[in-house]
């Protein structure tokens, strides 16, 4: 994975000037908020799927790549804004977040103006496939967070609702910056789709990967707190899992920690450990794995090539990441 990064560091690091242009307002504290979480350490892994999948439909042009990546980053960084007003952040990626900086209002308002900065650059394609896709994904965003939050807390989630919601969340958008590199390259509906497909099987591993990790993680690497999807209530794939194998009496020691949502961590541990005895872990990683196999497999309309193997190297990295 870190070849990847360094085979497209360049057209990265003019991704990254490109977004740190478009973001000028005349409002002081709309750009001090952008600029701390824009500069909080993200890896900028949609801009890369963008510039990855463009350059597999062999299309090069630099300037439509910069403009769609700085879009995506701007969408993406609104739902950080908001989830962590929702999830009652104290850390993100190992600093404060902006709601603990400047408050919740601050930080609902920028994510708000990063949307719409992200949309009002979109009409600038002046493509209306385009525009439709970002218009229909940050639909879906909104509702798969407003799932999450009905669904708080809720012991008797099931795993089909689970995957809705983190399709919703997180996959689409992955998807999306897939598939607009298909887009913007005028590529076949076929690699159209097929990235599409790519993009959101990758999301559903990297999010049931990343639940996972919040179980067996190092905190430190992973930049926040073990079990932080326990303490807001989130029923979890590896949590999920448990609820339905464990006995009764398990059961409601869980239903208490969900309730209290002020897990100590003894209690961690013990819901790590019941995890682990019921083979939780394990089951939820074979699940991103499965998600992992079936994004690859959706590549199969491309021929061989430097770029197909680094989508197939990401879809390696996501289930076998350590943070």
């Known amino acids: 994975m870190d070849q990847v990064w360094a085979d497209h560091k360049e057209l990265l690091s003019e991704t990254e000037e490109q977004i740190q242009k478009g973001l000028h307002s005349k409002v002081e504290l709309v750009n001090k908020v952008t600029h701390h979480i824009l ?16 350059h597999l439909c062999n299309y090069l042009e630099k300037e439509r790549i910069f403009l769609t990546s700085v879009i995506l980053e701007f969408i993406h960084t609104a739902t950080l804004l908001h989830d962590d007003v929702i999830d009652n952040a104290e850390v993100r990626r190992g600093i404060s977040p902006a709601r603990v900086l400047w408050g919740n209002q601050a930080s609902i308002l920028v994510g708000d103006y990063l949307y719409t900065l992200a949309l009002s650059h979109a009409v600038q394609m002046d493509n209306y496939e385009v525009n439709s896709l ?7 965003m909104a509702e798969g967070e407003t799932l999450q939050l009905y669904h708080n807390s809720d012991l008797n989630l099931t795993e089909e609702t689970y995957l809705q919601i983190i399709e919703y969340k997180t996959a689409l958008l992955i ?14 509906e076929e690699k159209k789709e097929a990235l599409g497909e790519f993009g959101k099987n990758l999301g559903m591993a990297f999010q049931v990967a990343d639940d996972t990790l919040d179980y067996v993680a190092d905190g430190k690497r ?28 398990e059961r409601t020691f869980l239903d208490q ?19 682990k005895n019921y083979g939780s872990i394990e089951y939820a990683v074979k699940r991103a794995q499965g998600f992992a196999d ?14 197909k193997d680094s989508l197939l190297t990401i879809a390696d990295y996501v289930v076998s990441r350590d943070h």
């Open 134 to 140: 970002l218009a229909t994904t940050c639909l879906r």
């Open 175 to 188: 998807s999306a910056s897939c598939k607009l590199g298909g887009m913007i390259a005028k590529s076949s």
């Open 257 to 275: 920690i969900m309730k209290e949502k002020n897990t100590l961590p003894e209690d961690l541990q013990g819901v790590i450990t019941l995890m």
């Open 222 to 249: 992973l930049g926040k707190s073990l079990g932080e999807d326990l303490k807001e209530g989130k029923i979890t794939l590896p949590l999920l899992h448990l609820l339905t194998r464990c006995t009764p009496s």
């Open 294 to 307: 079936a994004a690859k497999s959706a590549l199969s309309v491309f021929d061989t090539s430097p770029h």
């Open 39 to 54: 500069n909080s350490g993200g890896k900028r892994i949609r801009p890369l799927l963008l510039i990855i999948s463009a």
